[in-house]
């Protein structure tokens, strides 16, 4: 097993192009998180699945950011129509099914840049 | 909206010596907390978590609760070079939600 893994490593995109991200999290994992990490900040809350259930999108996630995780297994996360402000780090991490209790696996991150 | 409050620093301690990294919480009901070390460009990476008030021990590391003061720290003793990093607090966010929410870390350097 290689860990979590997350494609590309880092994304250059012009403002108002739409971007997809895609983690693939350790295989015994059923729980799939993603974060964003801006330059010192923590890692702010997203979204997360458990197998292909969404249950958890956060409130300050805009219309424009929607994730799927169709078979339960690697995730992608879509940005539509890209701003300034979206660049950051993008972060996917997963657990086994007692999530954060058992502690995340961070993969390396996508670094976002939007010119 | 639960908050976790952190120190950015940088915390500057020299080899061998103990480093304290403190952390507050806003929500007195929040139980379970965790520390996340991460170097330069990588990502986090858990180290220690405590849900009950007291102390927790892990080789070089102790994580303490005071749940009553609401906050949270780790203690590093012999601290090395490696040990240089940004120390991410944080907890779950609760309600039935699995996020976690992070504070913004204190850098720490471990000076030689």
């Known amino acids: 097993d290689t860990g979590v893994s997350q494609n590309p490593r880092h994304k250059i995109t012009k403002r108002g192009q739409n971007v997809t991200f895609r983690c693939d999290p350790i295989s015994e994992h059923n729980r799939l998180y993603w974060y964003r990490q801006t330059l010192g900040q923590g890692p702010e809350f997203l979204t997360y699945?458990?197998?292909?259930?969404?249950?958890?999108k956060s409130r300050l996630l805009s219309d424009r950011f929607s994730a799927e995780r169709p078979k339960g297994s690697f995730s992608t996360l879509e940005i539509q129509r890209t701003e300034q402000g979206d660049s950051a780090m993008y972060l996917c991490?997963?657990?086994?099914?007692?999530?954060?209790?058992?502690?995340?696996?961070f993969g390396s991150g996508t670094r976002l840049t939007v010119v | 909206q639960k908050e976790v409050e952190q120190n950015s620093g940088p915390l500057s301690v020299p080899e061998g010596a103990i480093a304290s990294l403190n952390c507050t919480y806003s929500d007195r009901g929040s139980q379970s907390f965790f520390w996340y070390r991460q170097y330069s460009g990588k990502s986090p990476e858990l180290i220690m978590f405590?849900?009950?008030?007291g102390d927790k021990e892990d080789g070089r590391f102790t994580a303490q609760l005071n749940k009553a003061s609401q906050y949270v720290s780790l203690l590093i003793r012999d601290s090395q070079p490696s040990d240089s990093a940004t120390y991410l607090c944080a907890e779950i966010q609760g309600g039935g939600a699995d996020g976690l929410t992070f504070g913004k870390g204190t850098h720490l350097i471990i000076q030689p």
């Open positions: 991490a997963s657990s086994l099914a007692g999530g954060a209790l058992w502690g995340y696996t």
């Open positions: 699945f458990q197998n292909e259930a969404q249950l958890e």
């Open positions: 405590i849900y009950s008030n």
